[in-house]
């Protein structure tokens, strides 16, 4: 059939402009949005961003996420550590203000 004689699936007064690729049902132009460089109506969209997700979800990304963490205090450690025996090494006088005097 012609995309010319059709009506939206969801609003049979409107016409339709575009078919999805997903399901091969025609829309308007309220119920058909872009995603990725490609036109489909907002059901199939749900379904690829669902699956997209599910492919995102990585096993091992909490593996990766505490490594980090980890890395990044004693990251933190370590700079707090010579910190403080920079200000060690400091001596007492320069602290009591006479070293200026």
Same mark, same amino acid.
């Given at each position: 059939?012609?995309?010319? $004689?059709?009506?939206?699936?969801? @609003?049979?007064?409107?016409?339709?402009?575009? =078919?999805?690729?997903?399901?091969?049902? %025609? %829309?308007? !132009?309220?119920?058909?949005?872009? @995603?990725? *460089? !490609?036109?489909?109506?907002?059901?199939? #969209?749900?379904? #690829?961003? @669902?699956?997209?997700?599910?492919? $995102? !979800?990585?096993? #091992? !990304?909490?593996? %990766?996420?505490?490594?980090?963490?980890? &890395?990044? /205090?004693?990251?933190?450690?370590? %700079? &707090?550590?010579?910190? *403080?025996?920079?200000?060690?090494? /400091?001596?007492?006088?320069? @602290?009591? *203000?006479?070293?200026? =005097?």
């Amino acid at each position: 059939m012609d995309i010319v $004689s059709q009506r939206c699936s969801f @609003h049979w007064q409107r016409e339709a402009v575009a =078919k999805c690729p997903e399901c091969n049902r %025609f %829309f308007c !132009r309220e119920c058909i949005t872009e @995603h990725e *460089g !490609r036109v489909v109506c907002a059901d199939c #969209l749900k379904k #690829l961003v @669902h699956r997209e997700e599910r492919k $995102s !979800r990585n096993p #091992l !990304r909490y593996v %990766f996420q505490a490594i980090k963490f980890a &890395f990044g /205090i004693v990251i933190i450690w370590i %700079f &707090f550590y010579y910190l *403080g025996r920079i200000l060690m090494v /400091i001596p007492e006088s320069f @602290h009591d *203000g006479t070293m200026w =005097k």
